[in-house]
């Protein structure tokens, strides 16, 4: 009877069979300096902030591994790529990016899709991509729900990135990554510019501040 309940047991699934990690991988996150750079020795971060009164978006840099390579092709002895490591048939050409959200309270915020373009060499690491976690759409559902001085929304954002091989040997889905921040509505007095005046930006990317606490100094 126990070679049965081996077989049987298989035959359900129930093996302890583990999947492959993604080829492509987001590691780790950071926020981008107001020039929108990225720091290696920076500390990884997982959770942040947005005033909605200041800005309707937040900024995030991502950390990504790419672990697909691609046997070089030749002709006539000839390698096609003949830098392998460096772009060519090895390349990932990340396409979209897929956004997610949960919220405490809850709050319905619709899933996003949206257009990218970037290139990941074969066998790479620590490759930079920066995006924003709020389309418009996904904005102005969570400053519906976020009213001046009203109570404060968790946001939590999965991202995946999606993409193909320059290869032609078929698409990629990297792994979940998930980012939170506290979303709220709150007026910080700031005065009014004098005329002619600009604020210097001071928000990742020079976006227009409310972001982890980074305020312009008039509006």
């Known amino acids: 009877m126990k070679p049965l309940f081996v077989a049987a047991s298989l035959a359900l699934g129930l093996c302890g069979c583990s999947e492959s990690p993604p080829v492509i ?13 990225l720091d290696d020795d920076s500390a990884s971060r ?11 978006s937040y900024v995030l840099g991502l950390f990504v591994n790419s672990s697909y390579t ?6 006539n002895g000839a390698p096609l790529d003949p830098e392998p490591t460096t772009g060519g048939q090895g390349t990932a050409i990340v396409e979209t990016v897929e956004l997610s959200y949960e919220t405490t309270p809850n709050v319905r915020i619709p899933d996003q899709t949206i257009n990218y373009t970037a290139s990941l060499n074969p066998g790479s690491e620590q490759n930079r991509l920066v995006l ?16 001046p001085g009203g ?33 709220f509505n709150q007026d910080q007095g700031i005065p009014a510019c004098a005329p002619g005046t600009v604020a210097e930006p001071v928000a990742p990317c020079g976006s227009s501040g409310g972001q982890d606490g980074n305020y312009p100094t008039c509006i």
Do not use: H, M, W
Request: aromatic share 8%; hydrophobic share 40%; net charge negative.
């Open 46 to 56: 997982a959770a942040g902030s947005l005033n909605l009164a200041y800005g309707q």
């Open 151 to 183: 109570e404060p929304v968790q946001v939590t954002v999965t991202i995946k990135l999606t993409g193909r091989y320059a290869a032609g040997s078929g698409s990629f889905e990297s792994n979940d990554y998930v980012y939170t921040f506290r979303a």
């Open 25 to 37: 991988q987001i590691l780790s996150s950071q926020v981008p300096s107001a020039e929108c750079s």
């Open 70 to 75: 691609n046997t070089p092709l030749e002709v």
């Open 132 to 147: 924003s976690l709020l389309t418009q759409e996904s904005a102005e559902a969570l400053l519906d729900a976020v009213s």
